[in-house]
């Protein structure tokens, strides 16, 4: 039977979309099912901030009656201003190992946007760099973080056959816990502090950290301004963020440096390893998916280090060794074994040169694909 794709055109179809992945990887013990109620959220026009210069459609792919697949495409019309490329981005594209299927999603998402007049397609991307991205091509027996993406080892081989090339690689790093801090490490550090005339702050308490979350956005508009794909973020998507990540941050794993003026000039966000909890409730808090997290939250052994941003003017400057020794003593007196790095872009050597100074491997990767029309 031929495959039918079907336009999703209202809130049941909408949650059929958001709910495909866990029947597709219901099996799986590395995928990291979202919290569905946030999906829903981002996916509606009427809720999400994104859609004030982005537009979207959603497709399911029908076999035998069966739900098989899903595609949406997006059309960010900042993106395009920017960066000067006439690309939609293709996102959330998941289908079992049937290429007729897989072949009927794309095309329905390449024949939109040709009609938006657009050049090449590429992805997956989603409304901002802080959505979903890319697919992983190596990496497939490895826990990934609840930032990042898990995907069947078929995924890379449809894109391959539906024409589509690489576009950028991220890679991740795994970053063993050493036993100590070397006293260079610590001296470097203290250095910066005082040439620079730095203060690093730390607090147990979320309310005094979250007075600084505005000016941390306003540092991570400049310093990510570069980089791929990066759109920066107006007040709305950063009360949104600020909102949605207020309950999952430990508070003892968030360091903030300032100047002399009491700006934010750099931060770092680490977080306890939430990918277990995640599965455990299975896209739901309530009514005992929050237990999950509150019990990862308590006593991990892994970190996620989140996010770091550094201002331009200062990222030569050697303020990476005050993150990196005060969170790597916060990890020896926590019993942390080691931490998980997010994507990184494989070009960005800055942010990859840390990983050096320890007993690191880099064991995921990536990839954000790019198809001319």
């Known amino acids: 039977m031929a495959v039918e794709i079907k336009e999703v055109q209202n809130k049941r179809e909408l949650k059929a979309f958001v709910r495909f992945p866990f029947m597709l990887y219901k099996d799986s013990k590395y995928w990291i099912p979202p919290l569905i109620h946030n999906e829903m959220e981002v996916l509606n026009s009427e809720k999400n901030p994104d859609f004030e210069y982005c537009e979207a459609k959603y497709w399911l792919a029908y076999k035998d009656d069966q739900l098989v697949g899903r595609i949406a495409?997006?059309?960010?019309?900042?993106?395009?201003?920017?960066?000067?490329?006439?690309?939609?981005?293709?996102?959330?594209?998941?289908?079992?190992?049937?290429?007729?299927?897989?072949?009927?999603?794309?095309?329905?998402?390449?024949?939109?946007?040709?009609?938006?007049?657009?050049?090449?397609?590429?992805?997956?991307?989603?409304?901002?760099?802080?959505?979903?991205?890319?697919?992983?091509?190596?990496?497939?027996d490895e826990m990934p973080t609840s930032a990042s993406v898990y995907n069947y080892e078929y995924y890379p081989v449809h894109l391959d056959r539906l024409g589509c090339k690489k576009e950028v690689d991220y890679i991740e790093f795994k970053i063993n816990v050493p036993k100590e801090i070397p006293e260079k490490a610590v001296r470097i550090a203290n250095i910066v502090l005082k040439r620079e005339k730095l203060k690093l702050i730390k607090s147990k308490s979320k309310r005094k950290l979250f007075s600084y979350a505005k000016q941390l956005f306003h540092?991570?508009?400049?310093?990510?301004?570069?980089?791929?794909?990066?759109?920066?973020?107006?007040?709305?998507?950063?009360?949104?963020?600020?909102?949605?990540?207020?309950?999952?941050?430990?508070a003892?794993?968030?360091?903030?440096?300032?100047?002399?003026?009491?700006?934010?000039?750099?931060?770092?966000?680490?977080?306890?390893?939430?990918?277990?909890?995640?599965?455990?409730a299975q896209g739901k808090l309530f009514p005992f998916g929050f237990i999950h997290f509150l019990k990862s939250a308590r006593n991990p052994n892994v970190l996620d280090l989140y996010l770091i941003g550094i201002l331009p003017e200062y990222q030569s400057k050697g303020v990476n060794a005050i993150f990196m020794t005060d969170l790597t003593q916060t990890a020896i007196d926590n019993n942390i074994l080691y931490g998980e790095s997010n994507s990184e872009l494989e070009e960005n050597v800055k942010v990859q040169s840390i990983w050096k100074y320890y007993d690191s491997i880099q064991h995921k990767r990536k990839r954000i694909y790019l198809k001319m029309l």
Do not use: C
Not at 259 to 278: C, G, R, W, Y
């Open 252 to 280: 003892k794993y968030i360091l903030l440096v300032v100047d002399e003026k009491n700006k934010v000039i750099a931060f770092q966000i680490t977080m306890p390893s939430l990918s277990k909890a995640f599965q455990k």
């Open 73 to 140: 495409g997006i059309y960010n019309k900042k993106y395009i201003e920017k960066w000067k490329n006439k690309y939609a981005s293709f996102s959330r594209f998941d289908f079992i190992d049937d290429e007729e299927v897989s072949k009927a999603l794309f095309d329905r998402v390449e024949a939109w946007a040709k009609s938006k007049g657009m050049e090449g397609i590429h992805g997956p991307l989603g409304f901002t760099t802080f959505d979903h991205q890319a697919i992983l091509i190596e990496g497939f």
């Open 219 to 250: 540092v991570i508009n400049e310093a990510y301004k570069p980089l791929f794909y990066f759109i920066e973020l107006n007040d709305k998507q950063m009360n949104r963020f600020i909102k949605k990540y207020t309950s999952l941050v430990k």
